[in-house]
């Protein structure tokens, strides 16, 4: 079955170090990949996604994900992290059949801690 | 992309008792879905709506507990019926847009729901 996997339950990083967010999906094909931040309380704010083309996606925030095909990855990273980042990040995968049958898979989530 | 109201943001409710959630969106959508957020769990797709046709259920999920509406193609309704504590999480709704440099999935800022 397809399935979407943040294998990094909590991560810790200290201001203003880098930070990178794994992600691994089980599908087939090529989906449609997805980052979201979601900050306590709040709704989940889209932070990039990829279609096609250019494996490096830029997004907001000065996040930054690269699809690998090879590996099923879809890894987020940020060179320079701030203490407004910590939250809970989601990878979530968009298995398109192509019918016009959508539907988004989420991951578990990482939750981003910031030491200041 | 689309922006979502949705509302209540919060409510305590007792148990047994009814709660209808709603979701108003800025620009007519064809997909509109209903997710749970159980607490420090990732997002569970209820079910899909779609206007003018019965909604669809994910497994897990009946239409008699979590009745949808979709009167048109700005709105729909979630109704958590006969609630119990373990109804407990956060609601949220979301869109789907047309797929390119502008589309994907938006989502509402979600309902949080305690059943006491």
């Known amino acids: 079955a397809q399935s979407v996997t943040q294998p990094d339950i909590h991560i810790t990083v200290s201001e203003g170090a880098s930070l990178e967010l794994r992600c691994n999906y089980s599908y087939g094909a090529t989906p449609y990949l997805f980052w979201y931040v979601q900050s306590p309380g709040q709704g989940l704010q889209l932070l990039l996604k990829?279609?096609?083309?250019?494996?490096l996606v830029q997004g907001i925030k000065g996040f930054e994900a690269e699809f690998k095909r090879s590996q099923s990855s879809f890894n987020l990273r940020k060179p320079s992290v701030h203490w407004s980042d910590a939250a809970e990040y989601f990878c979530a995968v968009d298995l398109y059949s192509g019918a016009g049958s959508y539907q988004l898979t989420f991951g578990k989530g990482t939750k981003l801690s910031v030491i200041p | 992309s689309a922006v979502i109201s949705q509302k209540p943001s919060r409510d305590i409710c007792q148990r047994g008792t009814s709660l209808t959630i709603q979701c108003q969106v800025d620009s007519q959508v064809t997909m509109m879905f209903w997710y749970r957020q159980q607490p420090g769990q990732s997002l569970t797709l209820i079910a899909t709506?779609?206007?003018?046709?019965?909604?669809?259920?994910e497994s897990g999920f009946v239409i008699d507990k979590f009745p949808i509406s979709r009167p048109n193609l700005t709105f729909s309704t979630l109704t958590v019926s006969n609630m119990s504590p373990e109804d407990s999480s956060i609601y949220l709704c979301?869109?789907?847009?047309?797929?390119?440099?502008?589309?994907?999935?938006?989502f509402g800022s979600g309902t949080r729901l305690t059943v006491v």
């Open positions: 979301s869109v789907h847009t047309s797929m390119g440099a502008l589309g994907g999935y938006t």
């Open positions: 709506a779609n206007q003018g046709s019965e909604a669809t259920y």
């Open positions: 990829y279609f096609s083309g250019d494996t």
